[in-house]
């Protein structure tokens, strides 16, 4: 009789990042933009206000980097703000 | 038309003629003048395959659905107001609670009108230059900024 042979392979992927990216437009104000990312984020005057330069001064800025389900939910919320905003693979 | 703030953190506009509240329909005639959706020019935007069609079906309603309702919002204050003082002078209130409808209707307005002008930043644009359909779209656009920054620092924070 002969041996039976079994042989298991396990192997683990880290799930690959998203990026939320917001766009610039002339239209919404930098102030407003600003109080949506603290509103959303919770983060703080400082850092909403780097962000929102960015947006401002280099036409986008990746506000926040994660899990897609929750990219997909910050992406909803902030278009629901009416802000121009994608959600990407990170790279 | 005359703004102040109320003690509950709300708005009061101070209608002084038949004109002003014609100011304030124009908000909705404006959001309303886009031949594409707010909604799909927002939800459009999202195209990485894994989500695109998702959005489609199911946040581009829900967003439409959204600003719709604000904006149902304040054409019934509006129309309420405007009955109130036949037309007239009168005032029209702003809730605290109500402050972000607002923005958002004056916002879905401001994002209609520049998808149709492509005005840019309202600083780079020399009214001389504008016909008298897009001058007075500007003038519209640069009062509802201005009722705008009196949410946001007045009552929305």
Redesign the interface.
């Given at each position: 009789m002969a041996d039976t042979l079994t042989q298991t392979h396990e192997s683990t992927e880290l799930a690959v990042p998203w990026n939320v990216i917001v766009?610039d437009?002339?239209?919404?104000?930098m102030?407003?933009v600003t109080?949506v990312l603290m509103r959303i984020f919770g983060y703080d005057e400082k850092k909403a206000t780097v962000l929102m330069m960015q947006v401002h001064q280099l036409g986008k800025s990746v506000v926040w980097t994660g899990e897609?389900e929750k990219a997909?939910f910050y992406?909803?919320q902030l278009?629901?703000y009416?802000l121009?905003?994608?959600?990407?693979?990170a790279a | 038309m005359k703004i102040m703030q109320t003690l509950e953190g709300g708005l009061r506009v101070d209608m002084e003629d038949g004109d002003d509240w014609k100011i304030l329909l124009g908000i909705l005639r404006d959001a309303a003048s886009c031949d594409v959706k707010?909604a799909d020019r927002?939800?459009n935007?999202?195209?990485?395959e894994?989500?695109a069609e998702?959005w489609k079906e199911f946040?581009i309603p829900?967003?439409d659905a959204?600003?719709d309702a604000d904006l149902a919002h304040v054409s019934n204050s509006i129309s309420a107001a405007r009955m109130e003082s036949a037309g007239g002078p009168g005032p029209l209130w702003i809730s605290k609670d109500d402050g972000f409808r607002w923005?958002?209707a004056l916002?879905?307005a401001?994002?209609a009108i520049?998808d149709k002008f492509h005005?840019?930043?309202?600083e780079e644009v020399d009214p001389a230059k504008l016909t008298t359909e897009s001058s007075g779209a500007f003038l519209r656009s640069l009062i509802y900024?201005n009722l705008?920054?009196l949410l946001?620092?007045r009552v929305?924070?």
């Open positions: 766009h437009d002339p239209v919404n104000l102030g407003y109080f897609r997909e992406t909803q278009q629901a009416q121009k905003t994608t959600l990407e693979k | 707010l927002l939800g935007m999202v195209t990485a894994e989500v998702d946040i829900d967003l959204t600003f923005y958002s916002n879905q401001r994002l520049e005005f840019g930043p309202s900024t705008q920054s946001l620092d929305m924070r």
